[in-house]
């Protein structure tokens, strides 16, 4: 009877006896890998940035080709448009493009669509994931702002 109950004990023991030199020989394991123990505890205890690949929230095609066409530039350019050609052309937008790590913004074309062909009237970008939206300035071939570019529109 002894002999059952002192059994599961002295395993037990074996056990916490095996963990311990285990946890023992760890800085061995370092020293042999030529980390000192110095070393090892000042990269612990520093704190570490610890990059995490986030995905920002997407606005989605959907809203940032809203967000251009509601623009009442593009609004009014559209009406223009449809005025003087007497409602044989249209004004339309398509997100051309979607964000890429290197490129993080919808790209949005504003376009006569006529039977034959399109031309683009204005290129948009809007910024993902925080909706700005930039406008092409084709002379200086750049981006600027709504607000740059509503001055230039008043300034012609």
Same mark, same amino acid.
């Given at each position: %009877?002894?002999?059952?109950?002192?059994?599961?004990? %002295?395993? /037990?023991?074996?056990?916490?006896?095996?963990?311990? @030199?285990?946890?023992?020989?760890?800085? !061995?394991?370092?020293?042999?890998?030529? @980390?000192?123990? /110095?070393?090892? /505890?000042? !990269?612990?205890?520093?704190? $570490?940035? +610890?990059?995490? #690949?986030?995905?920002?929230?997407?606005?989605?095609?959907?809203? #940032?080709?809203?967000?251009?066409?509601?623009?009442?530039?593009?609004?009014?350019?559209? !009406?223009?448009?449809?005025?003087?050609?007497?409602?044989?052309?249209? +004004?339309?937008?398509?997100?051309?493009?979607?964000?890429?790590?290197?490129?993080?913004?919808?790209?949005?074309? +504003?376009?006569?669509?006529?039977?034959? $062909?399109?031309?683009? @009237?204005?290129?948009?970008?809007?910024?993902?994931?925080?909706? +700005?939206?930039?406008?092409?300035?084709?002379?200086?071939?750049?981006?600027? /702002?709504?607000?740059?570019?509503?001055?230039?529109?008043?300034?012609?």
């Amino acid at each position: %009877m002894k002999r059952l109950i002192l059994a599961p004990i %002295m395993v /037990s023991l074996l056990i916490s006896i095996a963990g311990l @030199i285990a946890i023992a020989q760890s800085p !061995r394991n370092y020293l042999q890998m030529g @980390i000192k123990s /110095s070393q090892l /505890s000042a !990269r612990l205890d520093k704190p $570490h940035a +610890v990059k995490v #690949a986030q995905t920002p929230r997407e606005i989605g095609d959907k809203k #940032a080709l809203n967000l251009v066409w509601k623009l009442p530039q593009v609004q009014r350019k559209a !009406r223009e448009i449809q005025r003087l050609s007497r409602g044989t052309i249209k +004004v339309a937008a398509i997100v051309d493009s979607s964000p890429t790590p290197s490129e993080p913004y919808y790209k949005v074309r +504003v376009y006569e669509d006529e039977p034959d $062909h399109n031309t683009t @009237i204005y290129w948009f970008r809007v910024l993902n994931p925080s909706g +700005v939206i930039e406008v092409l300035d084709i002379l200086e071939n750049k981006y600027i /702002s709504l607000e740059e570019w509503k001055e230039q529109l008043n300034n012609s």
